[in-house]
Nanobody
Framework: QVQLMESGGGLVQAGGSLRLSCAAS????????TSWYRQAPGKQRELVAT???????NYSDSVKGRFTISRDNAKNAVYLQMNSLEPEDTAVYYC??????????????????WGQGTQVTVSS
């Protein structure tokens, strides 16, 4: 089973920056596509950014040019650098990781997991 630990959220003024981290642990053989989502109060969860195993990235229009997703395969970690933050970016941010796990008993298996969420609050 895969566990995710998110960190890096907090309170920041508009125009400021935050860096979110998502560290995966467990019997991980490889991390595939990883995404960051966010959910603001009263709104649906939305996709913010995605990075593939070959580090191809994609962003929602609302964050393009301000946010950068990256990964460190050696650490099984994914990051979201958020610059020029706006009050509209206030939300709980979740990482979603697709992995291939390995165990002697079960061999290679696909799995995915959600992080517990980290609050980002941007004040005007």
């Amino acid at each position: 089973q895969v566990q995710l630990m998110e960190s890096g959220g907090g309170l920041v003024q508009a125009g400021g920056s935050l860096r979110l981290s998502c560290a995966a642990s467990g019997r991980i053989f490889r991390i595939n596509v990883t995404s960051w989502y966010r959910q603001a109060p009263g709104k649906q969860r939305e996709l913010v950014a995605t990075i593939t195993s070959s580090s191809t990235t994609n962003y929602s229009d609302s964050v393009k040019g301000r946010f950068t997703i990256s990964r460190d395969n050696a650490k099984n970690a994914v990051y979201l650098q958020m610059n020029s933050l706006e009050p509209e970016d206030t939300a709980v941010y979740y990482c979603n990781v697709g992995v291939v796990t390995y165990s002697p008993a079960n061999g290679y298996r696909p799995d995915h997991a959600w992080g517990q969420g980290t609050q980002v609050t941007v004040s005007s």
